[in-house]
């Protein structure tokens, strides 16, 4: 594992979610694979915002050993419980991270989940997509 580089760049987009404006910056190596995950919740107190710090740390540990797809496919779907308009911070995660992720790995995804969100509106859970 190569050491960090001193200084890194990438992509800071800004989604509306149901806790307010969300920015996740992913840093990226020199063949544009993301390294490093920074997570910001706009305008938070302390608990929301080590919410965010533990989570990018957790995120940018796991890419070190794990395909982007995998991180992705785990904040995908992800809804809370607010009835706020916007994204979930899941899926806000999740919709930063979509450039760098196999579209056929996408489509197949959501898919699922949307089989899984059908299922359960029938009320039977048991036949979710595997």
């Known amino acids: 594992m190569k050491p960090r580089p001193e200084t890194l760049s990438g992509p800071r987009p800004r ?9 996740v910056t992913i840093n990226c190596d020199d063949s544009d694979k993301p390294i490093e995950i920074i997570l910001a919740l706009g305008k938070t107190g302390t608990c929301a915002r ?3 710090q533990s989570t ?6 796991f890419l070190k050993t794990s395909k982007v797809e995998r991180v992705w496919k785990h904040f995908y779907g ?3 419980v607010n009835n706020a308009e916007g994204l979930s911070c899941q899926n806000a995660i999740a919709k930063a991270l979509e450039s760098y992720v196999d579209p ?3 489509e197949k995804v959501k898919n699922k989940v949307a089989e899984q969100r059908e299922a359960q509106a029938k009320g039977n859970i048991n036949e979710t997509a595997e």
């Not at 989604?15 to 920015?23: R, S």
């Not at 990018?56 to 540990?61: A, V």
């Open 15 to 23: 989604y509306k979610t149901k806790c307010g404006w969300f920015y």
């Open 50 to 52: 080590a919410w965010c």
């Open 56 to 61: 990018g740390e957790l995120l940018t540990d």
């Open 78 to 80: 992800v809804e809370c």
């Open 104 to 106: 056929e790995f996408i």
